[in-house]
Structures are given as structure tokens and as C-alpha cells.
């Protein structure tokens, strides 16, 4: 939670990490859709790759961002609309923080 992204840097991340579910599900079979797939994690990933405009039914950052911080029942609204079933508000603003195009 140190770092900050660029859509690039995002990116590269989520494929980063795209990888080393695929060597834990050569390993145990659907690992990555477990626990040891790291769920939180998943949906930060996802959370920080959205793109800078809205499109194919995902917001954009900077929307995503706005309404994360407005208030505690639109942050809700938001993890819902995203489908994410672990990751808390509170949680999602610390990662949206953390893309630097979200608050441009």
C-alpha cells in the first residue's frame, strides 16, 4: 500500500499477479479461486485496473473514486455494482488512492 500506480503500472501489476494464480492453480486445482488465490487481493487488483473512462459496464477511476469518497452508502453502492463480495468501502478508498489518475 505504499506504492502508487499509473494505468501502465496497474496493469502490469494485475498481469503480475494473473501469473502467479495460474502457478498455484498448477499446483492445486482452483487454488486461485480459494483462499490461497488471495481474494482480497483479487478485487484490489481489480479495483485499481479500472480504466480512465467508463466502458464495458465498469465505471471509470475517477468516477469510482468521487463516489467511493462522497459518502459510506455510495462507496457500498459502488463495491456492489463492481460485484466485489470481500473488500470493505474503507478498504476501497485506500486502494483507489493509491491509482494516480483517480483523483485527477
Given at each position: 500500500m505504499?506504492e502508487?500506480?499509473?494505468?501502465i503500472?496497474?496493469?502490469?501489476?494485475?498481469?503480475?499477479?494473473?501469473?502467479?494464480?495460474?502457478?498455484i492453480?498448477?499446483?492445486?486445482?482452483?487454488?486461485?479461486?480459494?483462499?490461497?488465490?488471495?481474494?482480497?487481493?483479487r478485487?484490489?487488483?481489480?479495483?485499481l485496473?479500472?480504466?480512465?473512462?467508463a466502458?464495458?459496464?465498469?465505471?471509470?477511476v475517477s468516477?469510482?473514486?468521487?463516489?467511493?469518497?462522497?459518502?459510506?452508502?455510495?462507496?457500498?453502492?459502488?463495491?456492489?455494482?463492481?460485484?466485489?463480495?470481500?473488500?470493505?468501502?474503507?478498504?476501497?478508498?485506500?486502494?483507489?488512492?493509491?491509482?494516480?489518475?483517480?483523483?485527477?
Amino acid at each position: 500500500m505504499r506504492e502508487r500506480f499509473t494505468t501502465i503500472g496497474a496493469a502490469q501489476f494485475y498481469h503480475d499477479l494473473m501469473a502467479l494464480w495460474e502457478v498455484i492453480d498448477d499446483y492445486i486445482p482452483n487454488g486461485s479461486s480459494s483462499a490461497l488465490g488471495m481474494p482480497k487481493l483479487r478485487e484490489a487488483a481489480q479495483l485499481l485496473n479500472l480504466p480512465n473512462s467508463a466502458r464495458d459496464g465498469l465505471p471509470s477511476v475517477s468516477s469510482a473514486y468521487n463516489r467511493v469518497f462522497s459518502d459510506n452508502a455510495e462507496a457500498k453502492k459502488v463495491i456492489d455494482e463492481l460485484g466485489f463480495s470481500i473488500l470493505t468501502f474503507i478498504e476501497a478508498r485506500l486502494v483507489l488512492q493509491r491509482r494516480v489518475e483517480a483523483s485527477d
